[in-house]
């Protein structure tokens, strides 16, 4: 079965909606900078990407606002949604049943600021004064049943939470779906706001660049934390086509492994990364030869990269120095359980566009990894398949090949 991607929606901090995103990219913009919503003090890194400001939303069913991220998860879901209602082809609700569309979403955190609102509450007051209400933000089923709502989907429903690979996940289990018809059609989505706790907990991993972020460089020091969000609509092809919509690109294949090596590096020749593409590669029914550019997890930090371009060299073999490889950390920071879909959103763009974004920052390559084109510049290509790849602590690896529609297709994408 041939699943259509037939809408998209993206917030990062590079600003709202996938147009704002995709022209910021390409004109080599970058998200990070100097931090005003929390105090570094004497730590060295002091920037990073913030999330913009978060859309007016609808407040929870008792009353109490929406918190941010969850706001800025249902703008991003929304602006899928609205893109494949297309013109005249109808919501997805109405044309496949509320029952029939599923929602997938992929998230490290999840709760940011519940979390914030307890420990700074628990600080001030004390154990027994604290606000243990605020503890109900990390009840999955409540961000779910939120989103569900003001989305109009009653099918299946889950939080994928497997570090960074988990939106790249979430997209797989929606697809999944749909293929098993467990969901006539679905939204695959994922999100962490920039957080004070992730931008402390990678900071005492010393994984922060106090520079810039490089991935795959010699002078590689480590990521910047972002936050970000973004969802895709996906459906079968043909039923896609039935009610008048044509896709903006497919989901050709996915893949997924745990290479279980080590709860924070990862296995250091790539062995589960390397599997998660030959799986995706299987699925789509593609050779190594057939994959046109590749968007790479590009952490900048000296293990993770060492290890993904070990596992991009054992599927890719000597053609990896011309397969062009963008990264888009450099830009938007490490959006964490938000990179799957954030960079498969991306691809998308790109395979629409038929234009690569650069690779902020590109520095010398490391020699120990080997010469790679990291495209230095945003520059038009022939992009046919593009690999999206999105690998997290513990092992978690995650691979999604998108296609580009046919030509009649993207000739009549907005």
């Not at 600080?123 to 003001?150: I, S, T, V």
Request: proline share 7%; glycine share 14%; hydrophobic share 40%.
């Amino acid at each position: 079965m041939d699943i259509a991607i037939t809408g998209l929606g993206l917030t990062t901090s590079l600003g709202a909606g996938k147009a704002a995103n995709w022209s910021a990219l390409q004109r080599g913009e970058s998200g990070i900078a100097p931090l005003k919503t929390i105090d570094t003090g004497d730590y060295p890194v002091k920037d990073g990407g913030e999330d913009p400001e978060p859309p007016e939303g609808p407040p929870f069913p008792d009353g109490e606002p929406a918190p941010p991220e969850l706001r800025h998860l249902l703008g991003a879901c929304l602006e899928a949604q609205r893109q494949a209602e297309g013109r005249g082809a109808g919501a997805l609700a109405a044309a496949y049943g509320p029952e029939g569309v599923g929602l997938a979403v992929g998230s490290s955190l999840a709760a940011s600021t519940a979390s914030r609102r307890f420990f700074e509450s628990l600080a001030e007051r004390g154990p027994e004064r604290a606000d243990y209400g605020a503890l109900k933000g990390y009840h999955a089923g409540l961000q779910l049943d939120y989103l569900l709502e003001h989305l109009g989907y009653g099918g299946p429903a889950v939080l994928v939470s497997n570090a960074c690979a988990a939106s790249a996940s979430a997209i797989a289990r929606a697809a999944d779906w749909i293929r098993a018809g467990r969901a006539r059609a679905a939204v695959a989505a994922g999100f962490d706001a920039f957080s004070i706790f992730t931008f402390a907990g990678f900071g005492s991993l010393q994984a922060m660049a106090r520079g810039h972020c490089r991935p795959f460089s010699a002078e590689r020091e480590g990521m910047k934390i972002g936050g970000g969000y973004a969802a895709l609509a996906l459906e079968p092809l043909e039923k896609a086509r039935g009610r008048g919509m044509e896709p903006i690109a497919l989901l050709s294949g996915y893949g997924e492994s745990s290479d279980a090596h080590h709860l924070t590096h990862p296995h250091p020749a790539g062995l589960g990364a390397a599997l998660a593409m030959r799986r995706a590669l299987d699925l789509a029914g593609l050779e190594p030869a057939d994959i046109d550019a590749i968007n790479a997890h590009g952490t900048a930090t000296r293990s993770n990269d060492a290890a993904e371009a070990q596992a991009m060299r054992a599927v890719f073999g000597e053609r990896l120095r011309s397969i062009p490889i963008f990264a888009l950390k450099p830009a938007i920071g490490h959006t964490l359980g938000g990179a799957g879909a954030v960079e498969a959103a991306v691809s998308i763009l790109a395979l629409q566009d038929q234009r690569l974004p650069p690779t902020l920052h590109a520095g010398e390559p490391d020699p120990e990894i080997g010469a790679l084109d990291l495209v230095p510049a945003g520059r038009p290509a022939r992009l046919r398949h593009v690999m999206s790849n999105a690998f997290g602590f513990g092992g978690s690896n995650a691979s999604l090949i998108f296609s580009a529609a046919p030509e009649e297709a993207r000739r009549r994408a907005p």
